[in-house]
């Protein structure tokens, strides 16, 4: 969060890029599943368990952080 808005990174062999978020995204090999659920649900981890549901090559722990909350620097 810069500013108040959302950023995201994609890093490549050309280098790093900020960009601001505009909408929902995901990584992976279930990213339509999970993005066709969250535009549906509203709800990250339900979207992405749906999308585990839907592609065997997903599963795994599915960690869920909330930008909008400083992290604990403890």
Avoid: W
């Amino acid at each position: 969060i810069k500013y108040g808005v959302a950023h995201s990174f994609i890093a490549n062999s050309e280098g790093v890029y900020e960009y601001e978020v505009t909408c929902n995204e995901s990584y992976g090999s279930g990213l339509d599943h999970a993005l066709s659920a969250m535009d549906i649900l509203d709800d990250a981890e339900k979207a992405i368990e749906q999308a585990i549901k839907r592609n065997t090559s997903c599963g795994g722990l599915i960690r869920i952080f909330n930008i909008l909350e400083p992290l604990n620097a403890e």
